[in-house]
């Protein structure tokens, strides 16, 4: 059960170009089911921001919203792990995620939904990493993540930056 939705983006309207010199375009690939909201992949899209952009939520007990399974009788898992800084600098040229999964804060088995608010509040101005994966009798999806790939090229030359398997990064406030 595996779901894969790539989405081509172009990084910057033509009138920027102009001024710039500067042409990027994205590929996005979602893989499992993909996440509505909040959705990490949308901040990592704007032209300068890379997979370290999260998403700001505007509540300490957010709602999530993911792509409903195909099966009628899915239900799905859902985790929230607390974003661990790793030892490197973040630096949009190296574009790697700058975190990491640390412990888990909230989780929930068995939704019966693909909604679900947070019941417990989590802590205020945090970065977390969220994911969630989908039940179908004895079948397990992968726990959903994206992986992001940008094409910059300006006077300076072209870059290809790729990251793989990230969790979906949000900001509380």
Known sequence: MEVVVKRIICLLPIFVLSASGCVGVAFIDHQGLE???????????????????????DSLQP???????????????????????????????????????????????GLASSEHKIETPLQAGTDYLWTFRAHEGDKISEWSSYSLEKHVANVGGNYWYKRSNMFYRFHTP
């Open 63 to 109: 709602t999530f919203r993911w792509q409903k399974s195909p099966s009628s009788g899915a239900t799905y898992d859902f985790i929230v792990y607390q974003a661990v800084k790793r030892d490197r600098a973040p630096c949009w040229m190296c574009f790697h995620q700058s975190v990491e999964p640390g412990k888990v804060v909230y989780s929930r088995e």
């Open 35 to 57: 996440a509505i909201e909040p959705a990490q992949s949308d901040a990592a899209l704007r032209i300068w921001a890379g997979p370290d952009t999260p998403v700001n939520v």
